[in-house]
């Protein structure tokens, strides 16, 4: 029976990939547009936000978004504007995002590149080519990029990367060998960890976390958790929060606290967690709630310094009900107002929408398609 099942997810899969390329024709929009949203504030601390639409794979549609809070204003599909001589526009499937200093760096995976923003203006720098690359993060002027290292599907695919890039010189200076599909990287003190997924061979996925010495750059140990590992946030006491994704089948998702010194298991958070976000003391987890049929997803806090759930759910006033497919998330870090989109069909423009600390709604507009991935501007 679980083979009849996986074969009907790939061909499922399948049919969603012909989709995507049925929509190649239709381009990302040559000009920026432009919305009112609300009153500006030329005094915030925050001057404004990206957001990366990821676009639907084999179709090159990736776009990239703007809230400006100083003058009140929503800039969708600047990435185009700006840049009018990039024929291709930003690319095929945007899958992170992330400004250190003045640039903005878009990881673009099946474009097989990072490109290098100005972030304040959006103006492209260069780019870096690097094979299905992943998610990005930064410490001391040096960008830490995973990469699969392979073609999307490839099942005999090797084992990934981390590159490090220079973030003056833009180049790429080293290279360490991790575990098979790796995902998203997060870094305490001198180590780098990032979850390996093994996605591209089920089921024979991967289901630990590669610890890397920044020092020598050497893959040092890996931190056994679960099959299908996603997303790894680290906070501020010492430990990673890390997403297993399951099978899709019979194992279902999990949310796991992990002592990165030890690599012990403190935790098995029992929900199906989808999308994660740290803020603080804070981790807002987007879930699949598939044990009751009028509510499909939960969204709930974790405080992390009792790892404790709290009672309350961070959208509050019903709107939930009209969200589709919960995707991205973000909390502005100085007001602490949570973003969250809503990837709708994956191939029609989402949407984005804004809450207060008391989870109530305080604006929501149309986004590109398949709104996920944010970034910060000061």
Same mark, same amino acid.
Not at 62 to 87: C, F, H, M, S, W
Not at 322 to 338: C, D, F, R, S
């Given at each position: 029976?679980?083979?009849?099942?996986?074969?009907?997810?790939?061909?499922?899969?399948?049919?969603?990939?012909?989709?995507?390329?049925?929509?190649?024709?239709?381009?990302?929009? =040559?000009?920026?547009?432009?919305?009112?949203?609300?009153?500006?504030?030329?005094?915030?601390?925050?001057?404004?936000?990206?957001? &990366?639409?990821?676009?639907?794979?084999?179709?090159?549609?990736?776009?990239?978004?703007?809230?400006?809070?100083?003058?009140?204003?929503?800039?969708?599909?600047?990435?185009?504007?700006?840049? %009018?001589?990039?024929?291709?526009?930003?690319?095929?499937?945007?899958?992170?995002?992330?400004?250190?200093?003045?640039?903005?760096?878009?990881?673009?995976?099946?474009?097989?590149?990072?490109?290098?923003?100005?972030?304040? /203006?959006?103006?492209?720098?260069?780019?870096?080519?690097?094979?299905?690359?992943?998610?990005?993060?930064?410490?001391?002027?040096? $960008?830490?990029?995973?990469?699969?290292?392979? /073609?999307?599907?490839?099942?005999?695919? %090797?084992?990934?990367?981390? $590159?490090?890039?220079?973030?003056?010189?833009?180049?790429?200076?080293?290279?360490?060998?991790?575990?098979?599909?790796?995902?998203?990287?997060?870094?305490?003190?001198?180590?780098?960890?990032? #979850?390996?997924?093994?996605?591209?061979?089920?089921?024979?996925?991967?289901?630990?976390?590669?610890?890397?010495?920044?020092?020598?750059?050497?893959?040092?140990?890996?931190?056994?958790? !679960?099959?299908?590992?996603?997303?790894?946030?680290?906070?501020?006491?010492?430990?990673?929060?890390?997403?297993?994704?399951?099978?899709? &089948?019979?194992?279902?998702?999990?949310?796991?606290?992990?002592?990165?010194?030890?690599?012990?298991?403190?935790?098995?958070?029992?929900? %199906?967690?989808?999308?994660?976000?740290? !803020? !603080?003391?804070?981790?807002?987890?987007? =879930? /699949?709630?598939?044990?009751?049929?009028?509510?499909?997803?939960?969204?709930?806090?974790?405080?992390?310094?009792?790892?404790?759930?709290?009672?309350?759910?961070?959208?509050?006033?019903?709107?939930?009900?009209?969200?589709?497919?919960?995707?991205?998330?973000?909390?502005?870090?100085?007001?602490?107002?949570?973003?969250?989109?809503?990837?709708?069909?994956?191939?029609?423009?989402?949407?984005?929408?804004?809450?207060?600390?008391?989870?109530?709604?305080?604006?929501?507009?149309?986004?590109?398609?398949?709104? #996920?991935?944010? $970034?910060?501007?000061?």
């Amino acid at each position: 029976m679980s083979t009849i099942r996986h074969r009907y997810i790939l061909f499922v899969l399948a049919m969603l990939s012909l989709l995507a390329i049925s929509c190649r024709k239709d381009a990302p929009p =040559s000009t920026e547009q432009v919305t009112t949203l609300f009153t500006p504030n030329p005094s915030s601390v925050v001057k404004g936000v990206y957001l &990366l639409n990821e676009g639907n794979f084999n179709a090159n549609k990736a776009t990239l978004d703007y809230v400006d809070y100083t003058n009140g204003l929503y800039r969708k599909n600047i990435y185009n504007q700006v840049n %009018p001589e990039v024929t291709k526009g930003l690319g095929d499937v945007g899958n992170d995002m992330a400004v250190y200093g003045s640039k903005l760096y878009v990881v673009v995976n099946n474009s097989n590149k990072v490109e290098v923003l100005n972030a304040k /203006t959006g103006k492209r720098i260069t780019q870096i080519d690097l094979l299905n690359c992943r998610y990005i993060t930064f410490r001391q002027n040096k $960008a830490y990029v995973s990469a699969y290292l392979s /073609t999307i599907g490839n099942a005999n695919a %090797p084992n990934g990367i981390i $590159a490090e890039i220079d973030t003056a010189s833009l180049q790429i200076e080293r290279r360490v060998t991790v575990g098979r599909q790796p995902e998203e990287i997060a870094i305490i003190n001198n180590n780098l960890y990032v #979850a390996n997924s093994g996605g591209y061979s089920p089921p024979n996925y991967e289901r630990t976390v590669s610890v890397v010495d920044l020092a020598s750059f050497t893959e040092t140990r890996r931190i056994d958790v !679960d099959i299908n590992l996603n997303q790894i946030k680290a906070d501020r006491y010492g430990d990673l929060y890390i997403t297993s994704r399951g099978d899709y &089948l019979s194992i279902p998702p999990k949310l796991y606290v992990v002592n990165a010194q030890s690599g012990q298991i403190k935790k098995v958070i029992d929900i %199906p967690a989808r999308t994660i976000a740290l !803020d !603080d003391d804070q981790l807002y987890i987007i =879930s /699949t709630n598939s044990g009751n049929t009028q509510q499909k997803y939960t969204y709930q806090i974790l405080n992390v310094n009792t790892e404790t759930l709290l009672s309350q759910p961070f959208v509050t006033d019903g709107t939930d009900q009209t969200i589709t497919q919960p995707y991205g998330l973000a909390i502005n870090p100085v007001t602490k107002e949570i973003l969250l989109t809503d990837a709708r069909d994956y191939v029609t423009p989402g949407t984005l929408y804004c809450f207060d600390v008391n989870g109530k709604k305080k604006w929501q507009v149309t986004t590109g398609d398949v709104p #996920a991935h944010f $970034a910060f501007i000061y």
